[in-house]
């Protein structure tokens, strides 16, 4: 199952979806792409009329408006009742060549025993995450588009793939939520809903997650992104198109200039064996 989320921002959804069409792998996947109430969602309608995507996926239209994090459950939700395994797509996230053949990959290939979920997306500013032997102790930056690695920390801004397993885990702790107060303190399990400051449907849910329900679960990463963040407008977390260039944007992703020349289905993927620790998990 692929569960799409989109709101008010029909000319990125657009991208998303074409980017998503020409997937080799989409047709072994249902579509779920869900409309979260809003101004424009007339507009974001017509682009999913004007694609054909009613016709290849199963089409909802909130009637309210669940939020950031509520519509993200909701998808997620939809997703795991039909599938024990959802990739989940923003509608400003596009996917690079091959994102779904990598994402495939990292899911069956990581042995790792705490194993969370397979993310595709590297912002800018952590690129250059994986470093070697540096003053900090950390490695840099192969750029080699068959390296990854693992990684304390999940991602939200591209593509991801969650096992059942880990939708399990996350429902078990207390679900997708954003939330307020002591968001900077790992609390594991159900306690950190009770010593919030305040528990909300429209917040930032990928935080609760990497500090309250991931636990100490693993994810796979691409030295290279195989997917971009567009979303530099309209955002409820990028404060301007200066701050998402700066921060979030990563000009070094697969379907940058540098790596036209590379056909990613003939790379020989590499079983991550590094773990990267950084700044957002310690």
Wanted: charged share 25%.
């Amino acid at each position: 199952m692929i569960t799409v989320k989109a709101f008010n921002r029909p000319a990125y959804l657009k991208q998303c979806l074409d980017s998503l069409a020409i997937q080799p792998e989409i047709h072994n996947y249902e579509v779920l792409i869900s409309i979260d109430g809003g101004p424009e969602q007339v507009y974001v309608s017509e682009i999913i009329d004007r694609l054909g995507w009613r016709d290849r996926a199963r089409v909802v239209e909130q009637r309210n408006n669940l939020g950031c994090a509520g519509h993200t459950r909701w998808l997620l939700e939809q997703g795991f009742k039909e599938s024990d395994m959802v990739i989940h797509i923003e509608d400003d996230a596009v996917m690079g060549r091959d994102c779904i053949n990598w994402l495939e990959w990292a899911h069956a290939h990581c042995e790792e025993n705490n194993y969370f979920a397979a993310c595709s997306f590297l912002r800018a500013h952590d690129t250059f995450l994986p470093k070697e032997d540096n003053e900090f102790g950390e490695r840099v930056a192969s750029l080699d588009p068959a390296a990854n690695f693992l990684r304390p920390w999940f991602e939200t801004g591209g593509p991801f793939m969650f096992t059942k397993k880990a939708w399990e885990g996350i429902v078990e702790n207390g679900g997708v939520y954003g939330a307020t107060g002591n968001c900077n303190a790992k609390i594991w399990g159900k306690d950190w809903k009770r010593m919030a400051i305040k528990v909300t449907d429209k917040g930032s849910w990928g935080w609760a997650i990497n500090k309250h329900l991931r636990g100490d679960g693993i994810c796979v990463f691409p030295d290279v992104s195989r997917s971009q963040n567009i979303g530099a407008d309209k955002g409820i977390f990028n404060p301007d198109p200066t701050w998402h260039m700066n921060n979030i944007y990563n000009k070094h992703w697969i379907d940058s200039d540098e790596f036209q020349d590379i056909i990613p289905r003939a790379l020989t993927y590499k079983i991550p064996t590094t773990t990267v620790s950084d700044s957002h998990s310690l």
